[in-house]
Nanobody, 131 residues
Framework: QVQLVESGGGLVQPGGSLRLSCTSSTSGYTLDYYAIGWFRQAPGKEREGVSCISSSDPTTGYADSVKGRFTISRDYTKGMVYLEMKDLKPEDTGLYYC??????????????????????WGKGTLVIVSS
């Protein structure tokens, strides 16, 4: 089973920044070759798609709630995907997951980041935005 691993969460004040990282701990599954998405789930709320990045180009997509504040990127030399988060707000609080497909996921660049087609998930990293 493919295992994705997130890191970089923590407690930050409103207006602060964090950078989340995602990698694969499973040999044979390198993030470079797959579209990867970031999702989050706030307490008492449904999981929502935050951002995605295609394997090449790369095309990126963002939910309206984070556009202009979050930036998704890749480091092909390290097989990592990052989510740079700036101007954080209390409503950004939640457990953040990265996810990848078994074969193919279409990151269209729109504001709709669907979990359909994502087969592998990490355990999440917790982001708390509070003063």
């Amino acid at each position: 089973q493919v295992q994705l691993v997130e890191s970089g969460g923590g407690l930050v004040q409103p207006g602060g920044s964090l950078r989340l990282s995602c990698t694969s701990s499973t040999s044979g599954y390198t993030l470079d070759y797959y579209a990867i998405g970031w999702f989050r789930q706030a307490p008492g709320k449904e999981r929502e798609g935050v951002s995605c990045i295609s394997s090449s180009d790369p095309t990126t997509g963002y939910a309206d709630s984070v556009k202009g504040r979050f930036t998704i990127s890749r480091d092909y030399t390290k097989g990592m995907v990052y989510l740079e988060m700036k101007d954080l707000k209390p409503e950004d609080t939640g457990l953040y997951y990265c996810a990848g497909p078994e074969a193919y996921y279409y990151c269209s660049g729109s504001n709709q980041i669907s979990a359909d087609g994502m087969d592998y998930w990490g355990k999440g990293t917790l982001v708390i935005v509070s003063s």
